[in-house]
């Protein structure tokens, strides 16, 4: 394919790139980020995932076997430019889901200008930040609000953190979210998932399950499928943006 071959068939259809940040390390950016593919693709939503943590790539781990996935250096000029490389031998339809590791949050600023450029050619950016409590989070987030429009970006409360959302005062008499919200940015929550199925999935590498598997138990597959139903519910505007977009 010819590049005006490509940049007429991206700018046609395109879905969108979705970066899962948040700085942090530990946060359960990975984990949205399964949420998310998952969510997706039960969904019928073309995806291709992108994994940008080379020594723990968790999309890679438990959904290779499902989707096209691929790694990259996240925290690199380099690696980034494979990224978007790949992007090319991706089919213009698909929606493309970016988990990007700790610390990645200067890379986002020094890519700015070729995200947007993959912007020019039909492929918007949806911007997803998984947070922690502390003043921290909202600074750094506020520093990605200087390249993220608010209406294309969510800010994602972890209940693994804490189940009440008790903890996030900070960002809920914070300035920054009153700005955000105003712009129309999104809120939504990512719902704990309880130890045994949790550990059942990380231990067997599997992606989350649309069908109850045969060796779990009738107690441990209804407690998934509360889970399941926390996410769709508080996800569900996150869920409707990307549809939008593809």
Same mark, same amino acid.
């Given at each position: ?19 899962? @940040?948040?700085?942090?390390? @530990? ?43 691929? #790694? ?20 213009? +339809? ?5 988990? *990007? ?75 920054? #979210? ?41 107690? +441990?597959?209804?407690?998934? *499928? ?14 409707? *943006? ?5």
């Amino acid at each position: 394919m010819t590049t005006k071959q490509f940049q007429s068939q991206r700018t046609c259809a395109a879905g969108p790139l979705v970066a899962i @940040g948040g700085d942090k390390g @530990g946060v359960g950016k990975s984990f949205q980020a399964r949420v998310l593919a998952w969510q997706l693709h039960s969904r019928g939503i073309p995806l291709a995932l992108c994994d940008g943590d080379e020594r723990n790539a968790h999309l890679e781990r438990h959904y290779s076997s499902q989707l096209n996935t691929v #790694r990259f250096d996240a925290r690199s000029e380099a690696g980034w430019t494979s990224m978007f490389n790949h992007l090319d031998n991706v089919p213009a +339809d698909h929606a493309v889901v970016v988990d *990007l590791p700790a610390g990645a949050g200067c890379m986002l600023h020094q890519e700015a200008a070729r995200l947007i450029a993959n912007e020019d050619l039909g492929m918007p950016t949806i911007h997803v930040w998984v947070a922690t409590p502390g003043e921290d989070s909202v600074r750094l987030f506020r520093d990605l609000m200087a390249i993220a429009p608010a209406s294309r970006t969510a800010f994602v409360t972890n209940k693994h953190i804490d189940e009440s959302l008790g903890r996030f005062d900070i960002w809920m008499n914070s300035r920054t #979210r009153a700005e955000f919200v105003a712009e129309g940015g999104l809120e939504v929550a990512l719902p704990k998932l309880p130890e045994r199925p949790h550990d059942m999935i990380a231990n067997q590498r599997l992606p989350f399950p649309s069908e109850r598997p045969a060796n779990w138990l009738r107690g +441990d597959w209804f407690t998934f *499928l509360s889970f399941k139903a926390a996410v769709e519910r508080e996800q569900a505007s996150l869920i409707r *943006l990307i549809q939008e977009m593809c």
